[in-house]
């Protein structure tokens, strides 16, 4: 069983940065893409970002220019990152990331990540 671990979510002002990771735990499986999404209160889950295997990145448009999608991979361990700046009150939701493997889709937990204006 693939397992996720999300960190870094947190309170921030207006126009601040946070950066949010995920460590996906050891496996056999040759990983396809990550990404990240995230669901407001009331709202339907939404994309933010993906990336590849090979590196091509995704954003919703809402995020173009402020966030950055990464990966890194140490030792069969994946980790995913999401660089969060110039954040909007309306940025404010769980955010959740993915890892995309050959039939199988695998979740993180959630982070909370709030922006007051």
């Known amino acids: 069983q693939v397992q996720l671990q999300e960190s870094g979510g947190g309170l921030v002002q207006a126009g601040g940065s946070l950066r949010l990771s995920c460590a996906v735990s050891r496996t056999i499986f040759s990983l396809n893409a990550m990404g990240w999404y995230r669901q407001a209160p009331g709202k339907q889950r939404e994309l933010v970002a993906t990336?590849?295997?090979?590196?091509?990145?995704?954003?919703a448009d809402s995020v173009k220019g402020r966030f950055t999608i990464s990966s890194s991979k140490d030792n069969a361990k994946n980790t995913g990152y999401l660089q969060m700046n110039s954040l909007k009150p309306e940025d404010t939701a769980v955010y959740y990331c993915?890892?995309?493997?050959?039939?199988?889709?695998?979740w993180g937990q959630g982070a909370q990540v709030t922006v007051s204006s």
């Open positions: 993915n890892a995309q493997f050959i039939g199988r889709v695998y």
């Open positions: 990336i590849t295997s090979a590196g091509v990145t995704n954003y």
